[in-house]
């Protein structure tokens, strides 16, 4: 059970630097930088958010549930 614990460990960390550099990606786009060095040409993530928000909405209520689902992973992670 010990390793299982390690790898759970790693793949939250590994998930909190996603969302960090996601994060930080749609800061800097917002402000303007298009070509950050992390990131490839002509890869906007603020387009990709929203067409993966617009996805979830055409979807009616399966969109909600989704979201619903992907809250209640995020804050269990907390607890």
Do not use: C, Y
């Not at 786009?29 to 958010?49: Q, R, T």
């Amino acid at each position: 059970m010990e390793t299982l614990s390690t790898i759970r460990g790693w793949a939250s960390s590994l998930a909190d630097v996603g969302v960090s550099i996601a994060a930080l990606a749609i800061i800097l786009e917002v402000l303007g930088l298009k070509n950050m060095p992390f990131m490839p040409m002509n890869w906007s993530v603020v387009d990709n958010v929203s067409g993966i928000i617009a996805g979830l909405g055409s979807q009616g209520v399966m969109g909600l549930i989704a979201i619903w689902i992907l809250w209640a992973i995020w804050h269990r992670k907390g607890a």
